[in-house]
């Protein structure tokens, strides 16, 4: 079966904390996303990786970045909390499909 | 980017049928379809790639109208086990997956 974690369920930081996530897959998956959810407003891509070291933005990457240094690895920064990036964080992979991870509720206060 | 789902929501008795409807404003690759239960991370359904081609899974099918840039996912003879939110995934160029907003289906004895 293939695995995908998430480092914490849940996370709480206060504004202007430098965050990290850190999500791992076990499927050597070239694609991997991370993506926020919000009420009413579904699965929003933030930044999506295609291959190790390389990035591109989703459509909402503002406040944050990621790294992927490991094939198995990836990782969402957000560089200053702020309480606006409160939400649920997934993580993903896949090459054909995605799998999901179980997910990381943030709260900023 | 995010394609359009309709309805938002959508109430059913058991034994009843429903229809799920994604739009997108651009030439889509594939669509992918996945549920997600109450605190529980999506799951893949299916996916279609271009061609027009229809896919079946149990009771649950799904179309994609390339020209249209359109899918919609066929849910027949519901059962309770089929509440959920539904979420449409759109591959624009290939591997960057954009989802919906979703569309949250209850389902009643």
């Known amino acids: 079966d293939v695995k995908v974690t998430q480092s914490s369920r849940y996370l709480v930081k206060r504004t202007g904390e430098k965050v990290f996530l850190e999500c791992v897959q076990d499927?050597?998956?070239?694609?991997m996303f991370w993506y926020r959810q919000d009420p009413g407003l579904g699965l929003r891509l933030i930044y999506f990786s295609y291959d190790v070291k390389m990035k591109e933005k989703g459509d909402i990457p503002e406040g944050y970045s990621v790294s992927r240094e490991k094939k198995e690895r990836f990782s969402l920064i957000l560089e200053s909390a702020s309480t606006n990036q409160t939400s649920m964080y997934l993580c993903?992979?896949?090459?054909?499909?995605?799998?999901f991870g179980p997910g990381t509720r943030l709260t900023v206060l | 980017q995010q394609p359009v789902q309709s309805p938002q929501a959508v109430i059913l008795r058991e034994g009843e049928d429903a229809v799920i409807n994604c739009s997108s404003s651009?030439?889509?690759?594939?669509v992918h379809w996945y549920r997600q239960k109450h605190g529980e991370a999506p799951v893949f359904l299916m996916i279609l790639l271009k061609g027009g081609e229809q896919k079946g899974h149990e009771k649950i099918s799904a179309s994609f109208n390339e020209k249209k840039q359109q899918s919609s996912l066929y849910l027949t003879a519901s059962q309770l086990s089929y509440s959920g939110t539904y979420f449409c995934g759109t591959e624009i160029d290939t591997d960057k997956l954009i989802f919906g907003t979703g569309t949250r289906l209850q389902v009643f004895p």
């Open positions: 499927m050597d998956h070239e694609n």
């Open positions: 651009k030439a889509l690759y594939s």
């Open positions: 993903a992979s896949g090459n054909r499909h995605a799998f």
